[in-house]
């Protein structure tokens, strides 16, 4: 059984940075494709960002912007978002693929104000 809980969400201004993690509990290696996702109110919820070993792939939308990247010692996902834009409001979710499973987090909200 795998359980991810993320954190570090909040109110940020444009332009600003926020840090999400994601801690993940059960046996999650770095084989496993961990990703981010977001959901805006009325949108579906899309692909943020993805991790398998030293592999990554962003959106379009946050190249450049956005960095993903994964502590194997402390089973933690991590994404550094900066130069936020009101655009990038949205619910934020982890998730790891194991052993064929899917695993969401709860979701953590992050709000850019204009």
């Known amino acids: 059984q795998v359980q991810l809980v993320e954190s570090g969400g909040g109110l940020v201004q444009a332009g600003g940075s926020l840090r999400l993690s994601c801690a993940a509990s059960?046996?999650?290696?770095?084989?496993?494709?961990m990703g981010w996702y977001r959901q805006a109110p009325g949108n579906q919820r899309e692909l943020v960002a993805r991790?398998?070993?030293?592999?990554?792939t962003y959106a379009n939308s946050v190249k450049g912007r956005f960095t993903i990247s994964r502590d194997n010692a402390k089973n933690t996902l991590y994404l550094q978002m900066n130069s936020l834009k009101p655009e990038d409001t949205a619910v934020y979710y982890c998730?790891?693929?194991?052993?064929?499973?899917?695993?969401w987090g709860q979701g953590t909200q992050v709000t850019v104000s204009s």
């Open positions: 998730n790891a693929l194991v052993r064929g499973n899917n695993y």
């Open positions: 991790i398998i070993g030293a592999a990554t």
């Open positions: 059960g046996s999650i290696f770095s084989s496993n494709l």
